[in-house]
């Protein structure tokens, strides 16, 4: 990394190279993450739901309370997805992704998460 941290790779001055070549799997190449055209069933929806809690319990460096109230508004949209309830499934992971979102400023893998939150939503059809 250079001395400010701008860049991951320097190469440093007046260097030259042939012919650089890429191999094996590149993101935007190879693959594109994106909202998949298959829909969810619901006990998915549910085991996604219970795969992003665990995730969420383990955000190391994440406020406590933040933690609880991103972790609480999944396990609520659990239970309206085990109910049927999808206006306040799709209410309820708005409000988990936007505590998401909130953290991201601090903690990049928050990030990650409320994207994943957000994929779900539109997985749902529940873009609120």
Avoid: C, Y
């Avoid at 969810?40 to 085991?47: F, K, S």
């Avoid at 795969?51 to 955000?59: A, F, I, K, T, Y």
């Avoid at 206006?87 to 994943?116: F, N, Y």
């Amino acid at each position: 990394m250079d001395p400010q941290g701008q860049t991951g790779i320097t190469f440093g001055s007046n260097n030259r190279f042939g012919n650089v070549t890429v191999s094996g799997t590149v993101a935007g190449r190879d693959v594109h993450i994106g909202p998949s055209t298959e829909s969810l069933t619901p006990q998915q929806v549910i085991e996604l739901i219970r795969s992003l809690q665990d995730e969420v319990d383990g955000l190391d460096g994440a406020p406590a309370g933040d933690r609880e109230d991103a972790r609480d508004e999944l396990d609520k949209a659990r239970r309206a997805a085990e109910e049927g309830d999808q206006p306040r499934l799709a209410k309820k992971l708005e409000s988990a992704r936007s505590i998401l979102d909130g953290l991201g400023s601090t903690l990049p893998s928050a990030v990650a998460l409320a994207h994943t939150v957000q994929s779900l939503l539109m997985q749902i059809g529940g873009a609120v």
